[in-house]
């Protein structure tokens, strides 16, 4: 499976996080910036669409996010290294998500 990016779709990010409970998800401002490239699990409270927020608040219009099974796709899938690893969910801390290691 290939990387999807979702800027303005809420409703596609939605759905991609239930259906992929397991996965990751790259925080990016909607204007990528190198240093901000934020790499956290589907589930993370900050980033889940379960959480209430504003109309636009996950996908636009100043955040985007991109989604993947694994963190190897993102890497793919990105044109700049991740920026930083979020502290509160550790995705770097699983065997399963292809990146062993703490914050970059």
């Known amino acids: 499976m290939v990387a999807r990016c979702f800027r303005n779709d809420e409703a596609g990010y939605m759905k991609w996080c239930a259906d992929h409970p397991h996965g990751f998800v790259v925080n990016i401002e909607q204007k990528l910036r190198p240093k901000y490239i934020v790499l956290h699990r589907v589930n993370c409270t900050t980033i889940d669409p379960a959480a209430p927020k504003s109309p636009g608040g996950f996908t636009g ?18 044109p700049h290294p991740f920026s930083k690893i979020c502290r509160r969910c550790k995705p770097g801390e699983s065997p399963e998500a292809g990146f062993v290691g703490g914050e970059s």
């Open 61 to 78: 219009p100043h955040y985007a996010k991109c989604c993947a099974d694994t963190t190897e796709e993102l890497r793919v899938a990105l």
